[in-house]
Every structure is written in C-alpha cells, then in structure tokens.
C-alpha cells in the first residue's frame, strides 16, 4: 500500500533562512506523482510543487524546490528564503495509479518563521 | 483563491443527526473528491465522484455518501452521526485526463463539530 511519512511534527526557521522539510513515501507502483500542500490557518489547502516519478530534475516552483531522491523514496521540501508567511502546515502526498485521483498524504509539518 | 467554494464553513450537529455538506467545483472540473481531516491529522481520502457518478472510495463506512451535479456542484451527506465524525472536510475539484501532475484545487473546508 502507498503510504507518505512525515516524521517532523514541528519545524522553526528564522526569517530569511532556508529550510528543509522532510517526506518519504512508499509504493510499488514505477509511475506515481508527489505533491506538497500549504495549510494555512485558514483550512484552505495550497499546491506548493509537483514532482513526477518519471521527472529527471528536481522541481523548483519560486522559492520552493523539490529535493527527490528517488532511490531514497525521499521527496523534501527546500523553501528559500523564509518569510513569516510562510508559518503554516505543509504536507506531502502522493497521487496513487489508477482510476481515481485520490491523494494519499502525510501528517504534516508544522512551520514557524521567527522574526 | 482556487474557485473552490464550500458551504457552510462551521457547523455544529448532534450524535445521531445527519449532516450535508456542500462544494462548487472550479469551472470546467469535472471531478470532485472528498476529505475528512481529523485534528492534527493529514487528510483522508472519502470518496470522488467523475461525471456524477462514485469512482473510488477510501476506507468509510456507508453511512458517509455522495452526489455530483451536471453543474460539477457536490454534496457530502453523514448519516447518523458519531463524535469521531467531527473534523475538517475538504473539498478538492480537478481535471482527470490531464496527467499525473494534474493538480487539485481545494476549497477552505467545512469544520464540522459533533457533539
């Protein structure tokens, strides 16, 4: 069964730092799609930044960027240059094969930028 | 702002009632799924409808249902009530047939409270 680990509950990071957020994943299935979403306070989930399974370089989407080590099953998420903003839940998930197109996520990680 | 609209945004019902929930999709989506998001969990994959009619379904019972419009509109209905059915719903539109990397846009989600 596909699963997406997130093994950091909480993250702290000064304004203007970068910071690493981690996910590693699980599946049999060669063709899969990984995801990472923003959850503010607000509920509302952001897309963040897609990587494809099949993609030969890491994604990069403004100051975020896509860390994939597909050996590792590791997809982390590299965000530049924190802003204060960017405070709020972040999750990784995966899109799993098949007829549906369900989304299958992590617990979370939860960001704080400090002044 | 996704285009994604959910009503309404708070909800309080008792054990045992039941409850609708509803979404407008993002225009020209023609698939709209569900999740429930418990405290401090990631979201959990409900069910997802393509062209009005149920094409998957995550690990919930029954009593958890749901219907899409011609207009891509959708509703989540919960029938009798329990106390671990209080969470976040979100409501996630998208395009299927566009690829893997198709994202979903989710709306700010119904935080429903049972008690």
């Known amino acids: 069964a596909q699963k997406i680990t997130q093994t950091q509950p909480g993250m702290f990071v000064q304004e203007k730092e970068a910071v690493t957020l981690d996910c590693t994943y699980d599946?049999?299935?060669?063709?899969?799609?990984l995801f990472w979403y923003k959850q503010p306070s607000s509920g509302e989930m952001i897309f963040l930044i897609y990587?494809?399974?099949?993609?030969?370089q890491n994604a990069t989407e403004g100051r975020y960027s896509l860390n994939f080590q597909k050996a590792r099953k590791s997809a982390n998420l590299v965000i530049s240059a924190s802003q204060l903003g960017d405070s709020a839940m972040y999750f990784c998930?995966?899109?799993?094969?098949?007829?549906?197109?369900?989304?299958?996520f992590g617990t979370g990680t939860r960001l704080q930028v400090f002044p | 702002e996704t285009g994604v609209t959910q009503s309404p945004t708070h909800l309080i019902k008792t054990r045992g009632q039941q409850v609708t929930l509803r979404c407008s999709s993002q225009?020209?989506?023609?698939?709209v799924s569900w999740y429930q998001q418990a405290l401090g969990q990631g979201p959990q994959f409900i069910f997802q409808?393509?062209?009005?009619?149920?094409?998957g379904r995550g690990n919930f019972p029954p009593r958890f249902s749901g219907l899409q419009f011609p207009n891509y509109s959708s509703e989540l209905n919960v029938n009798a009530l329990e106390l671990d059915d209080s969470a976040l719903y979100l409501c996630?539109?998208?395009?299927?047939?566009?690829?893997?990397?198709?994202?979903?846009?989710f709306g700010q989600g119904t935080r429903l409270t049972v008690v």
């Open positions: 409808y393509y062209r009005e009619e149920e094409n």
């Open positions: 599946t049999s299935d060669p063709s899969y799609g």
């Open positions: 990587q494809g399974s099949y993609d030969q």
């Open positions: 998930a995966m899109r799993e094969v098949g007829n549906t197109d369900k989304l299958i």
């Open positions: 996630a539109s998208s395009l299927v047939g566009q690829g893997m990397g198709t994202e979903a846009f």
């Open positions: 225009s020209g989506h023609n698939t």
